[in-house]
């Protein structure tokens, strides 16, 4: 168990529609992070938030956003959803912003129809 | 930003001694190698970091050679448990890229 949380671990919806992903961080953890994991497909940097605020922007999608909440939990949108938008989606935290040591949750399994 | 080349895969006897090598040739001078191991339907998980030399911990050795354009994660003695994915990671300021790794399979 890493410590991070995420929830849904599996949401099945259709084309079209949007879902809010939910990550709570470590406790500690000032940054986190969200990876998509296609089938096949290696971990792509979506984007980082630390503290609240958003500190790096990978390959995201202008159809998802993300926000990190005062709370250090932080949720990723993805809106329009398209079928290859199906994924797993992957939370990971951190002490600060520039180590590379990660913790990541057990992944949000998403499905569009 | 540094990219990391890996083989895509290996395949090793159980109790052997694995080396996966991984090259990162515009590592930059605050970037730190990190390894990762990941199991189907599994979040990464944290198996060793250095910057230069070696470093070892109870499960991994991480050689990182002078130039530090490659460095070779070592899995001592594997079992079949040992089998899934490794990724090398170089970090970049505030972003993390995984590449596309390396599929070990051990075999009895």
């Known amino acids: 168990d890493s410590g991070v949380t995420q929830t849904p671990k599996h949401l099945i919806t259709a084309t079209g529609q949007r879902v809010t992903l939910r990550c709570s961080p470590r406790?500690?953890?000032?940054?986190v992070y969200w990876y998509q994991q296609s089938l096949d497909q290696g971990l792509q940097f979506l984007i980082q938030?630390?503290?609240?605020?958003?500190?790096a922007k990978g390959n995201i999608l202008e159809r998802f956003s993300a926000q990190q909440f005062p709370d250090l939990h932080s949720e990723l949108n993805l809106s329009s959803l398209e079928l290859g938008d199906s994924a797993l989606y992957f939370c990971?935290?951190?002490?600060?912003?520039?180590?590379?040591?990660?913790?990541f949750g057990e992944g949000s399994r998403l499905t569009v129809l | 930003l540094a990219k990391t080349t890996q083989p895509i895969s290996m395949d090793s006897y159980e109790g052997q001694e694995v080396n996966i090598t991984c090259s990162h040739n515009?590592?930059?001078?605050?970037?730190?190698i990190t390894w990762y191991q990941q199991f189907p339907s599994q979040g990464p998980r944290f198996i060793i970091q250095?910057?230069?030399t070696k470093v070892t911990n109870e499960v991994a050795s991480l050689f990182i050679p002078a130039d530090r354009k490659s460095s070779t994660l070592s899995l001592p003695r594997v079992s079949l448990s040992d089998t899934a994915v490794y990724y090398c990671?170089?970090?970049?300021?505030?972003?993390?890229?995984f590449g596309t790794g390396t599929s070990l399979t051990v075999i009895p």
């Open positions: 515009n590592i930059a001078t605050n970037d730190y």
């Open positions: 406790s500690g953890d000032l940054s």
């Open positions: 990671l170089v970090g970049d300021v505030n972003q993390f890229y």
């Open positions: 938030y630390y503290n609240g605020e958003e500190r």
């Open positions: 990971a935290s951190s002490v600060a912003q520039n180590t590379g040591e990660l913790f």
């Open positions: 250095g910057y230069k």
